[in-house]
């Protein structure tokens, strides 16, 4: 059974950084995007930053030029370095992984950022 570990989150104070790794465990393909997400309570999952397998990028405005995303093929491996961050960057951060129609989620790790 393929799963999804989460590590990294934490409390921080605003302006302070931390890096979120998420890597599938039992996965015998490669997945073409892996990304996170995040869901502040009362709001709706959204996209933070994805990764391809070709290397393309996305970012949410909300924290392009703050938060950088890399992958590792090989590994099945997604990070998420943060930066400058905000108190409206508080949620539960999830990992997220998809090839073709299967795609699968992480339990979630929390990030608040104190004002």
């Known amino acids: 059974q393929v799963q999804l570990v989460e590590s990294g989150g934490g409390l921080v104070q605003t302006g302070g950084s931390l890096r979120l790794s998420c890597a599938a465990s039992?996965?015998?393909?490669?997945?073409?995007?892996m990304g996170w997400y995040r869901q502040a309570p009362g709001k709706q999952r959204e996209l933070v930053a994805s990764?391809?397998?070709?290397?393309?990028?996305n970012y949410a405005d909300s924290v392009r030029g703050r938060f950088a995303i890399s992958g590792d093929n090989a590994r099945n491996a997604v990070h998420l370095q943060m930066n400058s961050l905000k108190p409206e960057d508080t949620a539960v951060y999830y990992c997220?992984?998809?090839?073709?129609?299967?795609?699968?989620w992480g339990q979630g790790t929390q990030v608040t950022v104190s004002s």
């Open positions: 997220n992984a998809a090839k073709s129609a299967y795609v699968i």
């Open positions: 039992g996965s015998v393909f490669s997945f073409n995007v």
């Open positions: 990764f391809t397998s070709g290397g393309v990028t």
